[in-house]
């Protein structure tokens, strides 16, 4: 695949075409997604749920994201690579953000940072891209402020946080963000985003009216038994592997696994 940039996402956003984006977080799956074809890929703080056990994002650490971005390069390393900024990586300060987003480019060979939050961030955005960090903007549901929000809920249903949203959206884009995901917002909001915009959205739970879609690839595959509403599933994976792993262990315990062709002489 030619290698996917800035320019690209705003190329196919003017000429119509949707964006594919997907979420990876180690060299394999990474290498698969770019044998499908997917246009660019998240290292998303949901590694904290589908890799490192935990109930939500908020304990992943700068170094787990370096270590996973670093390894989804290594997999894929024509890719255009998103590295998701952790749960105060960048809420404390501007200057440790600053060099928190300069670690995470410098020392993983990500292509960009992504950030939560709106207007109240679009100061640090425009700060991160006059210093050359290219930034994706993400709005509606947040996941770092679940314990703030009581839960993961759709955002914008009543007019005043529809407003919100627009006015969020508006104010990453004049700070210089090059996209924005749009997490389960309503439909009809996704679109009027999509509309005003001049930068590509990319939805989860948004519509399909938005310029692309991001969704988790082990919701896509099937990996763990969580299933929400915004993904499908293309795949049962997870089964898969459990009875392959069935298997397995069957033959060791019945001796019919090694066999010679499986042995050296």
Same mark, same amino acid.
């Given at each position: 695949?030619?290698?996917?940039?800035?320019?690209?996402? %705003?190329?196919?956003?003017?000429?119509?075409?949707? *964006?594919?984006?997907?979420?990876?977080?180690?060299?394999?799956?990474?290498?698969?997604?770019?044998?499908?074809?997917?246009? !660019?890929?998240?290292?998303? /703080?949901?590694?904290?749920?589908?890799?490192?056990?935990?109930?939500?994002?908020? &304990?992943? #650490?700068?170094?787990?994201?370096? =270590?996973?971005?670093?390894? +989804?390069?290594?997999?894929? &390393?024509?890719?255009?690579?998103? !590295?998701?900024?952790? %749960?105060?990586?960048?809420?404390?300060?501007?200057?440790?953000?600053?060099?928190?987003?300069?670690?995470?480019?410098?020392?993983?060979?990500?292509?960009? +940072?992504?950030?939560? $939050?709106?207007?109240?961030?679009?100061?640090?955005?425009?700060?991160?891209? $006059?210093?050359?960090?290219?930034?994706?903007?993400?709005?509606?549901?947040? &996941?770092?402020?679940?314990?703030?929000?009581?839960?993961?809920?759709?955002?914008?249903?009543?007019?005043?946080?529809?407003?919100?949203?627009?006015? /969020?959206?508006?104010?990453?884009?004049?700070?210089?963000? %090059?996209?924005?995901?749009?997490?389960?917002?309503?439909?009809?909001?996704?679109?009027? +985003?999509?509309?005003? *915009?001049?930068?590509? #959205?990319?939805?989860?739970?948004?519509?399909?009216?938005?310029?692309?879609?991001?969704?988790?690839?082990?919701?896509?595959? $099937?990996?763990?038994? !969580?299933?929400?509403?915004?993904?499908?599933?293309?795949?049962?994976?997870?089964?898969?592997?459990?009875?392959? *792993?069935?298997?397995?262990?069957?033959?060791?315990?019945?001796?019919? !696994? &090694? #066999? =010679?062709?499986?042995?050296?002489?």
């Amino acid at each position: 695949m030619k290698k996917v940039t800035v320019s690209t996402l %705003f190329k196919r956003k003017a000429a119509g075409e949707k *964006l594919v984006m997907c979420t990876a977080y180690d060299a394999i799956q990474s290498r698969i997604c770019m044998a499908a074809g997917i246009d !660019f890929m998240l290292v998303g /703080d949901s590694v904290g749920m589908t890799q490192l056990g935990y109930d939500n994002t908020l &304990p992943v #650490t700068m170094q787990d994201m370096l =270590a996973h971005t670093a390894a +989804v390069r290594r997999g894929a &390393p024509e890719a255009f690579i998103v !590295f998701d900024m952790p %749960f105060m990586s960048y809420q404390e300060s501007d200057a440790d953000a600053m060099h928190n987003a300069g670690i995470a480019l410098k020392t993983t060979g990500a292509d960009a +940072v992504k950030l939560e $939050g709106g207007a109240e961030y679009a100061p640090l955005v425009k700060k991160m891209t $006059g210093a050359g960090i290219p930034v994706m903007g993400h709005i509606g549901l947040m &996941p770092q402020r679940v314990q703030v929000a009581g839960g993961y809920k759709v955002v914008g249903r009543d007019e005043a946080g529809a407003e919100m949203v627009l006015r /969020d959206a508006l104010a990453l884009q004049e700070a210089g963000a %090059f996209a924005i995901v749009l997490e389960c917002i309503p439909e009809a909001l996704g679109e009027k +985003v999509t509309q005003a *915009l001049d930068i590509p #959205t990319i939805g989860i739970g948004s519509g399909k009216s938005c310029s692309g879609q991001v969704q988790v690839i082990t919701d896509l595959l $099937g990996m763990m038994d !969580f299933k929400p509403r915004h993904a499908k599933r293309y795949a049962e994976v997870g089964s898969i592997m459990t009875e392959a *792993l069935k298997s397995y262990a069957d033959e060791v315990r019945n001796g019919s !696994f &090694p #066999t =010679a062709e499986n042995s050296f002489q």
